[in-house]
């Protein structure tokens, strides 16, 4: 970008957040945070930061904006909630802004240039086999804190769940969908998941070598199948599916057996001898697919509904 362009993204990005904070309407809200995650995407783009900015507009402001969606959605029928007073809205500008500034002076504080272990990927990813430094980084220099991520998912996902009556357990995700099957919708969900199927496992493939991994094609993939649900052109497994369990279970218990190798190879939990670094990675990430492919569409649906089958 030229430097009008940088100055104007930024002016943007400021009215945006401002914009998403200081709304009263709560669909306008989450329009606006949706679009400051696209834009930050590009930003990140401008940054050289292509995996970032992949990972923010797909999670960030794709999945993410999905939520918040919902969460207006079912605002709609809630009691209403008295407004905030003037001395709370001082209190809440005030607390933000002190937050703001204690970050913008840790980032002033940092010693120019700033501390950085570039040098270190860079001297140490070839061991790891693949080319792309941010798979090195989270399949290998940092490795247990992707699989402490990928559980994490795991947990909120349960939890979503365990917001469902006992009466509704185990039931279908979600409620019933139809749509018009000649109209525009139930078109787009024809045409369009082929070709996120094919984007989607491009780039998970990719990912040891270029920009792209697990986390942006399990977003892809999870829009594809919601697309397809909210057309009404298939159903959200029931909880009791057994292939639904094993596939939620396939990347943690993947990235753990993983892990035991190493134990067992290299003496270290996680550890990756040199010889087989590139294709243990690639099995990290192909146990990881499905799992956060079932967890990102899961995390979209209100919790269970007991339905009688079609």
Same mark, same amino acid.
């Given at each position: 970008?030229?430097?009008?362009?940088?100055?104007?993204?930024?002016?943007?990005?400021?009215?945006?957040?401002?914009?998403?904070?200081?709304?009263?309407?709560?669909?306008?809200?989450?329009?606006?945070?949706?679009?400051?995650?696209?834009?930050?995407?590009?930003?990140?783009?401008?940054?050289?930061?292509?995996?970032?900015?992949?990972?923010?507009?797909?999670?960030?402001?794709?999945?993410?904006?999905?939520?918040? =969606?919902?969460?207006?959605?079912?605002?709609?029928?809630?009691?209403?909630?008295?407004?905030?007073?003037?001395?709370?809205?001082?209190?809440?500008?005030?607390?933000?802004?002190?937050?703001?500034?204690?970050?913008?002076?840790?980032?002033?504080?940092?010693?120019?240039?700033?501390?950085?272990?570039?040098?270190?990927?860079?001297?140490?990813?070839?061991?790891?086999?693949?080319?792309?430094? =941010?798979?090195?980084?989270?399949?290998?220099?940092?490795?247990?804190?992707?699989?402490?991520?990928?559980?994490?998912?795991?947990?909120?996902?349960?939890?979503?769940?365990?917001?469902?009556?006992?009466?509704?357990?185990?039931?279908?995700?979600?409620?019933?969908?139809?749509?018009?099957?000649?109209?525009?919708?139930?078109?787009?969900?024809?045409?369009?998941?082929?070709?996120?199927?094919?984007?989607?496992?491009?780039?998970?493939?990719?990912?040891?070598?270029?920009?792209?991994?697990?986390?942006?094609?399990?977003?892809?993939?999870?829009?594809?199948?919601?697309?397809?649900?909210?057309?009404?052109?298939?159903?959200?497994?029931?909880?009791?599916?057994?292939?639904?369990?094993?596939?939620?279970?396939?990347?943690?218990?993947?990235?753990?057996?993983?892990?035991?190798?190493?134990?067992?190879?290299?003496?270290?939990?996680?550890?990756?001898?040199?010889?087989?670094?590139?294709?243990?990675?690639?099995?990290?990430?192909?146990?990881?697919?499905?799992?956060?492919?079932?967890?990102?569409?899961?995390?979209?649906?209100?919790?269970?509904?007991?339905?009688?089958?079609?």
């Amino acid at each position: 970008m030229t430097a009008w362009l940088d100055s104007a993204a930024l002016i943007l990005l400021i009215g945006l957040a401002a914009w998403v904070v200081l709304g009263r309407n709560t669909f306008a809200a989450v329009a606006g945070f949706i679009a400051y995650g696209m834009l930050l995407g590009l930003v990140w783009v401008e940054l050289q930061g292509i995996d970032v900015a992949m990972t923010e507009a797909a999670i960030g402001g794709g999945l993410t904006g999905a939520l918040m =969606i919902g969460a207006a959605r079912r605002l709609k029928s809630a009691a209403p909630v008295a407004p905030a007073t003037a001395g709370t809205l001082v209190i809440a500008i005030g607390v933000g802004a002190a937050m703001a500034a204690i970050l913008a002076a840790c980032v002033l504080a940092l010693p120019n240039p700033a501390p950085s272990l570039a040098s270190l990927v860079a001297g140490n990813i070839a061991a790891t086999g693949v080319q792309n430094p =941010i798979t090195a980084v989270l399949l290998a220099f940092r490795s247990m804190d992707t699989l402490l991520e990928a559980v994490v998912l795991l947990l909120a996902l349960i939890a979503v769940w365990s917001l469902a009556p006992d009466a509704e357990w185990p039931g279908r995700i979600g409620v019933p969908q139809t749509a018009n099957p000649n109209g525009i919708l139930a078109y787009i969900a024809r045409v369009l998941p082929p070709i996120g199927l094919v984007i989607g496992f491009y780039i998970f493939w990719a990912g040891a070598d270029q920009p792209g991994g697990k986390f942006q094609a399990a977003t892809i993939l999870a829009a594809m199948w919601l697309l397809i649900i909210s057309a009404g052109l298939g159903k959200t497994p029931p909880v009791s599916s057994r292939w639904l369990r094993a596939g939620l279970i396939a990347g943690p218990i993947g990235f753990i057996l993983v892990g035991a190798y190493g134990v067992a190879s290299t003496g270290a939990f996680l550890g990756l001898p040199a010889a087989y670094a590139k294709p243990l990675i690639v099995t990290i990430e192909i146990a990881l697919l499905p799992t956060l492919t079932l967890i990102l569409a899961l995390l979209i649906p209100p919790p269970l509904r007991k339905r009688a089958e079609a």
